[in-house]
């Protein structure tokens, strides 16, 4: 071990830097600014909690359509997408290693495409006229007679969204349960055999469960994380911010909208510190969960 | 071997209980792959093709058109095609080896050093896991313009190189080295920065080539540091310039826009495909506690 005194500081100090600067600063001074009104070019005039009142009681579209968008979205993309994640793992590592392989990249690579070639892909399948994908699917089966403008059809928007989202979510916490479950040791399964564990759910939930709470933890904080930053997805795929009549406007739209559109940045800032605090509330549900008790 | 229902994790051979897990599993791959799989074939297709009706999944007469439309528009603007290029190679090259570089140090130190803090940086860090950019955009705005690094290079590089997610696996891996081996270093009088270059870093090369994955898709695929903290085309990166273009919305626009999210992908595809088994062993250390 290495005990000098100002070694590791020397080690730390750039990372310490750079992670202050971009993400510690940004994120106390938007704290700072929620409580302030601020339009970019005065100063910032401290108006106490008035941002966050007149977010939970005047804004209408935050109160609407964002908050139940944002929660449905947030509920669906983040729990329904780690459970399937999961799911996905556990199947895999009942195979051989080379299909294994092979189809985790595949189930993988739709994470990395997320941003511009997720858009090009998905406008092109969800295109409004007959020569879309999804368009001309539905029609050959006889489920529609016309062609739906999808990215304007605010009955669709929202599944939409939901579907890409979910598609781009076999990201880095897919990996690391699979990794997980693939860690966990064999014998263990040969012991409960022997105890009495009859079917795989049982297996699953007393022994790769336990055995693997750590990468749980951290595959959960990913999907979350994951969750919340792919609000961009709406705005990406129609092509406009707010979205048609806010049918996938999401909180991280919202402070776009406020921040860069309207230039209320105070306001902008009071939407995020909320946003940071839902992302913090599910992260420490998560903790609760799979925390190891020492 | 005991095992419930003739299947075990990781088994060796292949048995007909697994079969099953096959019938669901190569739909739901499907279904994830197939997106990917139509666009290789758009963006392959000419113009006919791309207009025909009934549309059609995969390209009969593979052809370049939608490539070189795609380099001569660029052509015409003011900026080259090969401008974007460079730009997104310049930074994405820069991030990722200082990420590397930096993280590595970091995680050094978290890992194998007895310092004050120690404990509270790196649950501030596992606190930071859960950072979302977007949530903060304007503060970093406001950041980024006071450091004075506005619409340059460093404006996309600067913000991007500390990663948490990094930092995390990569200090995770660190622990798994024996504090033996660096003892014995210690022993023969290596100092710390030696003992980081020549056991901690060759001892780690998963978690680098995971980090650097990472980084590279994180950085590769950005386009909010180029539409916020840039404002003159010459420095903006190709991921902005693609974006820009599939919003175009006509028909050859999307056979480029197609052509473009390919030039995007490859580089994610072939990276993780080379570098995968030193990803899935260092996931293995990814436990959060």
């Not at chain 1, 070019?41 to 939970?56: D, E, K, S």
Request: aromatic share 12%; glycine share 6%; proline share 5%.
């Amino acid at each position: 071990m290495i005990t000098k005194r100002r070694t590791p500081y020397l080690f730390l100090l750039p990372y310490l830097v750079l992670f202050t600067v971009f993400i510690i600063i940004p994120t106390v001074m938007a704290i700072g600014l929620s409580f302030t009104n601020y339009n970019a070019v005065q100063t910032p005039q401290f108006v106490g909690l008035t941002n966050y009142i007149n977010l939970l009681t005047q804004d209408t579209i935050f109160l609407q359509y964002v908050l139940p968008n944002t929660i449905l979205f947030s509920l669906v993309v983040g729990p329904v997408g780690y459970m399937l994640a999961f799911f996905l793992a556990w199947s895999l590592s009942q195979l051989t290693k080379l299909p294994r392989t092979i189809l985790a990249l595949i189930l993988y690579s739709p994470s990395m495409t997320l941003g511009v070639a997720m858009t090009v892909m998905w406008r092109v399948v969800f295109l409004g006229n007959q020569s879309g994908i999804a368009n001309y699917v539905l029609t050959q089966l006889g489920v529609i007679t016309e062609p739906i403008i999808w990215m304007f059809n605010t009955t669709y928007i929202m599944p939409i969204v939901i579907i890409v989202a979910l598609w781009g979510s076999m990201g880095v916490g897919f990996l690391a349960m699979l990794a997980g479950l693939l860690d966990v040791n064999p014998e263990l399964y040969e012991a409960a055999a022997i105890d009495g564990v009859r079917n795989r759910f049982q297996e699953v939930f007393y022994i790769t469960i336990p055995s693997m709470k750590p990468q749980m933890l951290f595959g959960a904080v990913m999907s979350i994380v994951n969750a919340f930053q792919a609000g961009n997805i709406g705005v990406m795929l129609t092509g406009s911010n707010p979205t048609p009549q806010y049918a996938a406007q999401l909180m991280v739209n919202h402070i776009e909208d406020y921040g860069f559109t309207r230039y209320e940045m105070g306001y902008a800032a009071a939407v995020s510190v909320g946003l940071l605090a839902l992302i913090y509330a599910f992260s420490h549900v998560a903790r609760m969960l799979f925390a190891e008790k020492d | 071997m005991a095992a419930i229902g003739g299947t075990r994790v990781n088994p060796k051979k292949f048995h007909k209980n697994q079969i099953p897990f096959y019938l669901y599993l190569i739909p739901i791959a499907a279904f994830m792959g197939l997106p990917i799989l139509y666009i290789i074939n758009h963006a392959f297709k000419p113009m006919d093709e791309l207009f025909a009706f009934p549309p059609k999944f995969f390209v009969s007469h593979p052809s370049l058109i939608n490539f070189q439309n795609l380099f001569q528009a660029a052509g015409t603007s003011s900026i080259p095609l090969s401008r974007y290029i460079f730009n997104s190679l310049l930074v994405t090259v820069a991030v990722v080896f200082l990420s590397v570089l930096i993280s590595t140090m970091a995680a050094f130190a978290l890992s194998k050093m007895h310092f004050k803090f120690k404990n509270t940086i790196f649950e501030i860090n596992n606190l930071a896991l859960m950072f979302v950019a977007t949530a903060v955009t304007i503060p970093r705005y406001l950041t980024i313009s006071s450091v004075g690094i506005l619409d340059t290079y460093w404006a996309h590089i600067l913000p991007q190189i500390a990663m948490p997610v990094c930092l995390f696996l990569i200090k995770q891996f660190v622990d798994g080295v024996p504090n033996s081996l660096i003892e014995a270093a210690q022993l023969e009088g290596a100092g710390s920065f030696k003992v980081y270059r020549k056991i901690i870093l060759p001892l780690i090369k998963p978690a680098i080539a995971t980090g650097a994955i990472l980084v590279f898709q994180n950085v590769w695929n950005n386009i909010e540091t180029s539409s916020l903290f840039t404002s003159s085309e010459g420095v903006r990166t190709l991921a902005f310039y693609m974006n820009t273009l599939s919003t175009a919305g006509t028909v050859q626009g999307q056979g480029m826009a197609a052509a473009a999210a390919l030039i995007m992908f490859i580089p994610n595809l072939l990276l993780f495909v080379v570098m995968q088994s030193s990803v899935m062993n260092t996931m293995a250390h990814s436990g959060l506690k």
